[in-house]
């Protein structure tokens, strides 16, 4: 960790997020509450882009009156396995928390839970909500729809967006396995960072404004797209990740009905937020194991296969085969152990705000030397 | 079309390959049905390594006894959306059509069926399956591990087959969303035509038998493997098709208890049909729309959504965007009308076997001169 870092304990950074968003913008306490625990998983699973970095992006949103923080999420439709719900502009993460409580409960009921969710808005890391199932020796799926900012395979235009998924299994003395990824070749963050430090990218990733396949790190903030998973041609498989991208956006916007990418303007949404709310759509599922066969088989030969890809035979220069999930787990004992490290500029915003709506904030005292 | 074809009218073909089945092998004259439909679905889409290419490999198969001709397929577990199937080792085709028809009818019942099975064998192409649900307006989901061929990210070992998986979503005036993909960068047979044309592959494709990245079309046949989607490194997001392989073998292998990957001898089956019977594992998946949104406004969006993409501005040097299985649509047109096009050496395969089971094969007369 450099000196441009600070360590600080999860559990202080907890209760600032919760206070934050309970006393500071006057959330219900268990809203606030789930605010805290999806942006903490985020960091403590070093997935900083979608950490507590995000409260200013959040806090932007919120100050304008974008988001509804009092929300009255309803269930629209229902029938034995499925549901959709209306998120009713509430922050992602309280929509989804509550969503994805009653896809398990469903689970729970006949086998299987299947829910969309609309208007709703951004949600955090798509892991969290697959992971839920987790707890109930269940397998979950997260999946959401997001801002356009990616070409389809020999496009070029923002058509989609990075459009994660998630899929988390439960294993019985291995780690679950918990994939988490978009479905563009790399996240916008990884295009910024190459940026800062004058680095040009790899082909593969972006397009310029024109359509051109370009390694210039700043073509996506002038006006060009990500490239999908596989790169922008065929040749490579890029319209499977095309592919996927339209899947999520399916299974969350058009069953939902918040969907992305029938309306050009839809991509002005994010360029400019104040046009109006994002109205983004989310998919969940969860499934109980025993629904299929015995629990401890199938977490046994779940066992046998995460340990079989550890144990294969690395390539050339490197140490080891990892699996979905594997390298999360490892950091998130480290960083509940050590603590998270954050940016002096997150820092300095944590600051603000905490100084803004009168919250503690003694443990970031160390960066205001 | 080049003179190594001959056009075969499509009907021809499929009392060609039922004749074969019901007369040639003594299958049941509705399984031979459906080993027909489902091999003729995968030419008329132009997927022609899974066509009636085919009947070749699965005949050293049966001729070797490695496939139970008049499985008794049982349902071990069930719930009310969920169930696994034992195929009795069965031909893939017959298995997972029993098995796509359960799915549904939990699908009409509660909302949701899913399905895995187990003790299975090659299924052909995953989308005959998923699309069986786009007739009942209802979503679809179908995938299948198959024998290890790939690498995991930084690994060298065959642990994972091209895995596919395929999810089919209706629309209104447009056609269907039907999305068919190997969790490889590319499939094997594209490595072959790269061979027989003495062309170098890529890199991101294949890996030599020592682990390092190669662009010679050779390198799996001598003992390397394929290359995940999205390439070798975690760079362009390799571990994201990793990651999909690893979900599927997880859905179809670790739920039915068919899973690739526990025992490297898994491994040899492929090498070395003879060893024993395939076990292959599938998934299958239905929901109703019903289930989330009215299904006009949901077949709304998908028309809105699948029109968006493919009315947006193509990169330079291309014409057109697609979208999943928009082109298999327009190959499907095509050949009904005119025929499909057979490489003469299928052609003389397809007359060895019509002389030695004694089934009429007037059609392929032409390539007889």
């Known amino acids: 960790m450099s000196s441009s870092h600070l360590l600080v304990n999860s559990e202080d950074l907890r ?3 919760e206070d934050l968003y309970y006393i500071g913008y006057g959330f219900k306490k268990e809203h606030a509450e789930i605010v805290a625990d999806v942006l903490l998983a985020a960091d403590l699973r070093g997935v900083d882009s ?27 439709t229902e029938t034995l396995s499925t549901a959709n719900i209306d998120g009713d502009n509430g922050l992602g993460m309280v929509v989804s928390k509550f969503a994805m409580e009653l896809t398990i409960k469903k689970a729970k009921e006949c ?11 951004h949600y955090g890391i798509a892991a969290y909500y697959s992971m839920m199932a987790l707890k109930e ?39 679950p396995f918990v994939l988490d990824m978009a479905t563009t070749a790399v996240a916008a963050g990884k295009l910024e960072v ?12 972006v397009l310029d404004k024109d359509g051109n396949v370009s390694t210039n790190p700043n073509s996506l903030k002038e006006g060009g797209a990500l490239v999908m998973l596989g790169g922008e041609s065929y040749e490579l498989g890029g319209h499977k990740g095309y592919g996927l991208a339209t899947l999520v956006n399916a299974l969350s916007g058009a069953l939902s009905g918040s969907i992305f990418g029938i309306n050009p303007s839809d991509a002005q949404i ?19 194991i025993e629904g299929f066969r015995k629990k401890d088989e199938v977490l046994d030969s779940m066992d046998g296969m995460l340990r079989s890809l550890k144990d294969s035979k690395p390539a ?32 300095k915003e944590l600051i603000n705000f905490a100084q803004k709506y009168k919250i503690n904030h003694d443990f970031l005292a160390l960066a205001e030397d």
Chains 1, 2 share one sequence.
């Open 316 to 347: 050339p220069g490197y140490e080891k085969v990892y699996v979905a999930g594997e390298k999360e787990f490892e950091v998130e004992k480290e960083r509940l152990k050590n603590g998270i490290p954050l940016h002096i500029s997150t820092v």
């Open 111 to 121: 086998g299987t839970g299947l829910v969309s969710v609309g208007n709703s808005n």
């Open 50 to 76: 979608h950490g507590v970095q995000r409260l200013v992006w959040y806090d932007d949103y919120i100050e304008k009156g974008l988001f509804n923080t009092n929300p009255n999420i309803k269930i629209t």
């Open 194 to 205: 190459a940026a800062r430090e004058e680095r040009e990218v790899p082909k593969g990733v």
């Open 270 to 288: 994010f360029e400019n937020p104040a046009v109006k709310p994002m109205n983004i759509g989310h998919f969940f599922g969860a499934f109980q």
């Open 137 to 175: 020796d269940m397998i979950g799926i997260s999946m959401t729809n997001v801002m356009p900012i990616a070409a389809p395979t020999h496009g070029r235009e923002r058509m989609l967006g990075t459009n994660p998924l998630s899929f988390a299994i439960p294993a019985k003395t291995e780690e």
């Open 15 to 17: 209760r600032y997020v």
